[in-house]
Structure formats: structure tokens, C-alpha cells
């Protein structure tokens, strides 16, 4: 009996507590679903979230998660995972075949030669000892340009050609020195050109490598634009680097053959998710292509991908392209928090979070999402009237959660979805 009457105590004890937990609970999730409800600022819009208990491996909040958003730039997530799935420690530079003083090349996508925010490769170093250098790209499979670009970003930087060995990040550089313009690399030399039309920057012709600036409109004092990609143009910007000629030729890349090694994968993991760079997560496909099939082609590398390593997504992602400049890829919500998941447990801590970009830190995030403690580790996507943000949160109690949070069709700026989007986090990074 004085068993029964113990036992009724504690319950009448902890009720109260166990009550009062439950309604915290509730009123946490409450206060989530009136920041996120349609009478907020998200009800004018397509809005799709995902929180996910990485620990407890549990859902904790979801809203629209089953729908299908275009991802923008949370697209290089796929690739990064895929990258880190597939490949080893260091880019693969190239494959060759050598014969006596004459060596054949072929590109693997690797894209360091001369591009200024990565380590650089030895190079003249390798070709000192050949007289004669063979560029061959009958191993190139794909297009330059990716399914669903936009056709008037050509001119952009954001929008460098995809090719299989590229040079100087396949981007023209033009500097402006009171009004005094030149461009590099030098075979561009006396293919820039004024011109009359009132042009705010370089831009190129759509269908040559002529460029075009105007000295009354132009006060930019330095422009990157991307040129037209071609072997023969490959092997003219090579030769003039290496100092002896390069010749195209069409040679099928022989089962026997070598390959150069080139730099640590880290360095480019880095700069493609911290500055959201679309050249090197197109080229970063390209190299998985390159290691799987020995040849370039990215629609063939992303069935394979889907098929061995993402077939146990929630939602089949329609995948496209390596940087997600494309509208035609397609991603739920629970199917980007589950591929965040799987980075999360084949990756140490320590390289995860320091590879993505940090709120208030660096990277795409340097500006936003600001803490005494950094609390949001994640990737952006942005392109017009589409803002995504996917990875990592750490709440003020100690835990982390997968999250993404998706927003598609708004008819303002994109930085009014971040302003809004910071306080749904900063309310979950407090409350849960």
C-alpha cells in the first residue's frame, strides 16, 4: 500500500513537469508554423522546409517537404557528394599516351591550369622533356554549355563554357586602367574591340571570341568574360603558355595509357561551396564522368550517380547539370535534407564544416545569418525569383539538424526571402 501511495506521489510530482514539457514542446512548434504559415510572409509564395533530428534521425518539422523546388545553386550538394563518393584525394589532370619525344593528351575536366583561385599544377615541368604535344578530345561527350542555361548569360562569368581541359578557367580577363583596356591571355589581344553601343561592361559576341567594351559607359576596372571553347582554341592558349606547339589531332584514347595527377580535391570542394563557383562544379562532374566511363559526358555520369548512390531518396531529383545554373533541375525538400544526411555521416565533422560556407563567417553567407557563435553551415542557391538554403543548423541547446528550406516563384527581391528566411532560423536555432 505505501508502494502504491510512493508511486501516486512521483506521478503527481512529475505530472505537472511532464505537462509543462509537452506544452513547451507544442508551443515551439506553434511559434514555427505562425513564422512559416499562409498569413506570414511565406503564404505569398512556394515555400517548402525540412528540419531533421540528425541524432534522433527523426523529422521535427516539415512543410510542402514533398513538393519539387528548383534548387539554383543547393544543386552543387549533389555534385559535391558525388565528388567526395567517387574520386580520390587529388585531381586527376590528365590522361597521356608518350612515344619517344612526342606525347598524345586528353583532358579530364580537371580545371586548375592557370585558374587563379586554385593551386596550380606542374605542368612545364612535365612537357619540358617532349617536343611535340598531341591535344585530343575524342574522349569529350558533352556540350559546352549545360540543358536549360540560359542563353543571354553567355557573357557572364557565372556562365564560363564546361570543357575537357580548360585553361585560364575559360574566361577572358579585361582590364580597365583609366580608360586604357587590354586583355588577357594575349591571343585575345586583337580581338577586343570598341564599340559605340552604350555597354555598362565587356561583353562578347555570341558566336565569336570578339569582345566589346565601350570607354565613355565602361568603368569597370576589371571584367572576366568567358570565350568560346574549342580544341584548336585549347591548343593555341596552351602553346602559347608552354612555350612549344600543341596540336589537336583526333586520337581515340587507348586502353593502355597514364595519368598525371594534379591537385588536392579539398582546395576545389572548397572554393565551389564557400563561392558557390559554377565552372568548377560543372568541370568537377566532368571529372567523375571522366573517372567512371573514361570519357566526359554528364548525362551519363548523373543516371549513374542516381542510380548506385541517391536510388534511396524520398523523391527521384530531376538533376541536370553540375552547378544548378539550370531551371530544369528539379528537388524536393526531404530529398535534399536526405542527401544532406548522407554528406553528414560519410564525411569527418571538421572537414564538412569547414568546407561549407559559415553564417557571418565567409563565403556566400559572409553577409548574412550573423551570430556571436556561428550557427548556420550551409549551401545557397539563388537565381532569379528562386532563393534556397540547405545544410546545417546548431541550436542554442546543442543540437544539429539537416534542414532545407526552399522558396520558389516570389515577385520580390532576394533579399527580402533572406531577411524573412533569417528569422524562421534564428527562432529554431533558439527553440529547439
Same mark, same amino acid.
Given at each position: ?42 503564404? *505569398? ?18 512543410? *510542402? !517537404?514533398?513538393?519539387?523546388? &528548383? ?21 586527376? #589532370? %590528365? ?9 598524345? &593528351? ?20 612535365? %612537357?619540358?622533356? %617532349? ?31 564546361? !570543357?575537357?581541359?580548360? $585553361? ?8 580597365? $586602367?583609366?580608360?586604357?583596356?587590354? &586583355? ?5 589581344? *586583337? ?42 582554341? %585549347?591548343? @593555341? ?5 608552354? /612555350? ?15 595519368? #598525371? ?16 563557383? +559554377? ?5 568537377? =562532374? ?9 570519357? =566526359?559526358? &554528364? ?29 530544369? +533541375? ?24 569547414? =568546407? ?5 563567417? *565567409? ?17 545557397? /542557391? ?42 524562421? @532560423? ?7
Amino acid at each position: 500500500m505505501a508502494r502504491k501511495h510512493c508511486l501516486l506521489f512521483f506521478l503527481l510530482l512529475v505530472s505537472p513537469l511532464f505537462l509543462f514539457g509537452q506544452s513547451t514542446v507544442s508551443e515551439r512548434y506553434k511559434g514555427l508554423d505562425q513564422l512559416l504559415d499562409e498569413d506570414s510572409f511565406f503564404g *505569398n509564395h512556394l515555400t517548402g522546409v525540412m528540419l531533421y533530428d540528425l541524432d534522433e534521425q527523426t523529422v521535427q518539422y516539415e512543410k *510542402n !517537404s514533398h513538393l519539387y523546388f &528548383i534548387p539554383a545553386s543547393t544543386t552543387k550538394l549533389f555534385t559535391f557528394f558525388a565528388g567526395y563518393v567517387v574520386l580520390n584525394d587529388s585531381t586527376s #589532370l %590528365f590522361r597521356y599516351v608518350p612515344n619517344g619525344n612526342e606525347v598524345t &593528351i586528353w583532358g579530364t575536366g580537371d580545371p586548375s591550369w592557370k585558374y587563379e583561385v586554385l593551386p596550380q599544377p606542374e605542368l612545364e615541368g612535365f %612537357f619540358k622533356k %617532349f617536343d611535340k604535344i598531341y591535344f585530343s578530345d575524342e574522349n569529350w561527350k558533352d556540350t559546352p554549355m549545360g540543358y536549360g542555361w540560359q542563353w543571354d548569360d553567355y557573357y557572364y562569368s557565372y556562365a564560363a563554357e564546361r !570543357s575537357p581541359f580548360p $585553361i585560364y578557367g575559360n574566361l577572358a580577363k579585361v582590364k580597365n $586602367i583609366r580608360q586604357n583596356f587590354s &586583355i588577357s591571355p594575349g591571343y585575345f589581344e *586583337n580581338k577586343l574591340k570598341p564599340t559605340n553601343r552604350p555597354l555598362k561592361k565587356v561583353e562578347r559576341d555570341p558566336h565569336t571570341n570578339l569582345f566589346y567594351y565601350n570607354p565613355s559607359t565602361c568603368t569597370l576596372r576589371e571584367s572576366k568574360v568567358p570565350f568560346l571553347t574549342s580544341p584548336e582554341i %585549347f591548343s @593555341l592558349l596552351a602553346s602559347q603558355e608552354l /612555350g612549344k606547339e600543341v596540336i589537336p589531332v583526333k586520337k581515340v584514347l587507348p586502353e593502355e595509357h597514364y595519368i #598525371l595527377k594534379g591537385i588536392p580535391l579539398r582546395a576545389l570542394y572548397k572554393e565551389m561551396l564557400q563561392e558557390s563557383d +559554377n565552372f568548377l562544379a560543372e568541370q568537377l =562532374l566532368l571529372m567523375i564522368s571522366d573517372q567512371i566511363f573514361k570519357e =566526359l559526358d &554528364i548525362t551519363q555520369t548523373i543516371d549513374f550517380l542516381k542510380k548506385n548512390f541517391l536510388s534511396d531518396l524520398p523523391d527521384e531529383p530531376q538533376w541536370v547539370d553540375g552547378s544548378g545554373l539550370s531551371r530544369h +533541375n528539379l528537388i524536393t525538400p526531404r530529398s535534399m535534407v536526405a542527401l544532406i544526411e548522407k554528406i553528414y555521416r560519410v564525411m569527418p565533422d571538421n572537414l564538412l564544416f569547414d =568546407l561549407l560556407p559559415r553564417g557571418g563567417v *565567409n563565403g556566400t553567407l559572409e553577409n548574412s545569418y550573423k551570430s556571436s557563435s556561428p550557427y548556420i553551415f550551409a549551401k545557397t /542557391g539563388t537565381m532569379s525569383n528562386n532563393h534556397a538554403l540547405a545544410g546545417f543548423i546548431k541550436t542554442d541547446s546543442g543540437k544539429l539538424y539537416a534542414f532545407a528550406f526552399m522558396n520558389n516563384n516570389y515577385p520580390y527581391k532576394a533579399t527580402q526571402v533572406r531577411k524573412e528566411m533569417e528569422k524562421v @532560423l534564428q527562432y529554431i536555432r533558439d527553440n529547439f
